[in-house]
């Protein structure tokens, strides 16, 4: 029976662990698929304090990120945006206001959004106010409200 190595993982793999985590595998685990693909450092003091360090890094980045959206939602929560579009009886659209329409409704009142952040079920097809979700990233999200008005 073979023993184990312990190496360190570098990247998340399926059904072994997540980045950082000090995991027990088969030497030929490690030396013929871990090791080469850069998966996995041998456990030695040296590859554990720096995936420490590493992992220390990266939490403190994501944290300036998820403030720096947090920063963002509260601009952007108070912002209402009016479109005019044609609409005919029963204030339908000729048409619908879509993610395009609402990002380009945001720059021009100077917020810069990508539109893929802009969360709609489905496009909006009549007049009226609307609330939109805009999902910044980091468990984040603004609402800001959409009013569609005839043209």
């Known amino acids: 029976m073979a023993a184990h190595i312990q190496v360190v993982l570098k990247d998340d793999v399926e059904n072994l662990g997540k980045s950082g985590e000090l995991v027990r595998?088969?030497?030929?685990?490690?030396?013929?698929?871990?090791?080469?693909?850069?998966?996995?450092?041998?456990?030695?003091?040296?590859?554990?304090?720096?995936?420490?360090?590493?992992?220390?890094?990266?939490?403190?980045?994501?944290?300036?990120?998820?403030?720096?959206?947090?920063?963002?939602?509260?601009t952007l929560s108070g912002i209402k945006v009016e479109i005019a579009v044609q609409a005919g009886e029963g204030d339908k659209l000729f048409g619908s206001v879509g993610t395009k329409?609402?990002?380009?409704?945001?720059?021009?009142?100077?917020?810069?959004?990508?539109?893929?952040?802009?969360?709609?079920?489905e496009n909006i097809k009549t007049v009226g106010d609307h609330d939109v979700a805009i999902k910044l990233g980091y468990d984040v999200t603004a609402t800001i409200k959409v009013s569609v008005v005839k043209a």
């Open 101 to 121: 329409d609402i990002a380009e409704a945001l720059e021009k009142k100077g917020q810069k959004v990508d539109r893929k952040k802009i969360v709609l079920a």
């Open 25 to 74: 595998v088969r030497p030929g685990y490690a030396r013929n698929y871990l090791l080469p693909r850069g998966l996995a450092a041998l456990a030695t003091r040296g590859n554990i304090a720096q995936i420490e360090h590493e992992k220390a890094v990266a939490t403190a980045r994501a944290a300036k990120l998820k403030g720096d959206a947090e920063a963002v939602s509260k």
